[in-house]
């Protein structure tokens, strides 16, 4: 993943975007920069209405992290509530008026990784099974070899691009025009929330038609949630398919594969980055 480095170290104190100074309660004499960088987003801010703080914006500025977010980490209450890297992520950012949980999937997936590299290392090792023999063994993945990944919706033939962070398409089967949209963190949580709410009821899952209620945004120009939500729990399986397919296609995001080589057989193959619980507890 591309990063600016150039703002690590010292300030310049004209600078009005200089690093935060932290100052000792004790003793008001010492003081220490707080290192910041600038974490490329995978949007480049293109996706967000004109009032949100990373509209626009290709980077978001974000301080290394500390053992106060160490300490969030490991919060009982932080992790039995699942909340406990969204605080992390929060506190990282230098603008206080971005919301992570407003900030696209992918964007916010650019800062996780960009927090686990100030925190611990840009090599993740973690357990893998290989593809081929099924062999379990320990892998190192370079986080920083992740790059950004987003295709320009105005050039794909089947999705335009509204430019108010909707886009549209026209289903294959059905034929309905449908405006989608992007989803943010808030929408991943709600989605988690709900298929673990649907496990502890022993409730049917619904994760796909859950998705689809949240990416639509109107149906041949309606936009009421009722017959938003009858479109997506009756549209054909190719409707289905096109629309998730679509959003696939536009979403910005980090592309999280990695080269893999088993050890035992020597099988060889691209590898999706697992976010096991070590990938911010390594030494568990």
Known sequence: ??????????????????????????????????????????????????????????????????AKEEDMLSSRALLKKGVAIDRVLQSIVINNAIKVDSM????RNALLIAARVSGYGQNYETAVNCPACGENQKHSFDLLELENT???PDETHNITNNNDGTFTTTLPRSGAVVDFRLLNGRDEKALV??????????????????????LIVTVNGESDQSIVAQVAESIPSIDARHLRNCYKEIAPNVDMTQFFECESCGHEQELEVPLTADFFWPDI
Not at 55 to 63: G, R, V
Not at 193 to 214: G, H, I, W
Request: glycine content about 6%.
């Open 1 to 66: 993943m591309s990063r600016n480095r150039e703002r690590m170290g010292l300030p310049n104190p004209t600078d009005a975007g200089a690093p935060p100074t932290q100052t000792h309660q004790d003793n008001p004499g010492f003081s220490f920069v707080v290192p910041t960088e600038f974490v490329e987003l995978p949007s480049k801010g293109r996706f967000y209405p004109e009032n949100h703080p990373l509209h626009n914006q290709e980077t978001i500025e974000i301080k290394q992290m500390t």
């Open 104 to 107: 696209l999937i992918g964007d």
């Open 150 to 152: 987003a295709l320009d």
């Open 193 to 214: 929330d709900l298929a673990e709410n649907n496990r502890k009821r022993k409730r049917a899952d619904s994760l796909v038609t859950s998705q689809l209620k949240m």
